[in-house]
């Protein structure tokens, strides 16, 4: 894993688009390059039932209904290597109609809050968030967004 440092947007920015990606009005505008981290990491990725071009590139035989939601909700797993399915050598296979989830996944969450994804065996994912360098990492926005998380915590 190459541990040369990243650099990114400022944090309003971030957090502007962001919020733009969580709200369905783009998708997260990550510079993941080669990285597919989070595509090996055994997580589940969620699928509404209204992401209907999404589910007409995925097999049916790799989804299962999600638990806890309504009917409809799936869930694509991962497999024996915590490898999503959808991976392949060079990418995703599905990426132009890739999941919701994947369309809003971006690792700068964790340098931003200071949250630790090795913490729940995610290493990683880990590895590429410290990567991460914000523009303003020392301006008043990050004073005001760690003094806010420890306020939380």
Same mark, same amino acid.
């Given at each position: 894993m $190459? $541990?040369?440092p990243?650099?990114?947007?400022? %944090?309003?920015?971030? %957090?502007?688009a962001m919020?733009a990606a %969580?709200?369905?009005d783009?998708?997260?505008d990550?510079?993941c390059?080669? =990285?597919?981290?989070? =595509?090996?990491?055994?997580?589940?990725?969620?699928?509404?039932?209204?992401?209907?071009?999404?589910?007409a590139?995925?097999?049916t035989e790799? %989804?299962v209904p999600?638990p806890?939601?309504?009917?409809?909700h799936?869930?694509l797993?991962? $497999?024996?290597d915590?490898?999503?399915p959808?991976?392949?050598?060079?990418?995703c296979?599905?990426y132009?109609h890739r999941?919701?989830? =994947?369309?809003t996944?971006d =690792?700068r969450v964790?340098?931003a809050?200071g949250?630790d994804?090795?913490?729940?065996?995610?290493?990683?994912?880990g $590895?590429?968030?410290?990567?991460?360098r914000?523009?303003?990492?020392d301006?008043d926005a990050?004073?005001?967004l760690?003094?806010?998380?420890?306020?939380?915590?």
């Amino acid at each position: 894993m $190459d $541990d040369e440092p990243l650099d990114t947007t400022t %944090l309003p920015a971030w %957090l502007d688009a962001m919020g733009a990606a %969580l709200r369905g009005d783009a998708d997260a505008d990550v510079a993941c390059g080669t =990285c597919t981290a989070c =595509c090996r990491s055994r997580q589940f990725v969620h699928v509404a039932p209204d992401e209907t071009d999404t589910l007409a590139h995925l097999p049916t035989e790799l %989804l299962v209904p999600a638990p806890g939601l309504p009917a409809g909700h799936r869930i694509l797993g991962y $497999d024996a290597d915590g490898r999503c399915p959808m991976l392949g050598a060079h990418g995703c296979t599905i990426y132009d109609h890739r999941p919701r989830t =994947c369309r809003t996944y971006d =690792c700068r969450v964790f340098a931003a809050t200071g949250l630790d994804p090795t913490a729940d065996g995610k290493p990683a994912i880990g $590895d590429q968030a410290r990567r991460w360098r914000f523009a303003d990492a020392d301006s008043d926005a990050h004073r005001a967004l760690a003094a806010e998380l420890a306020a939380a915590a």
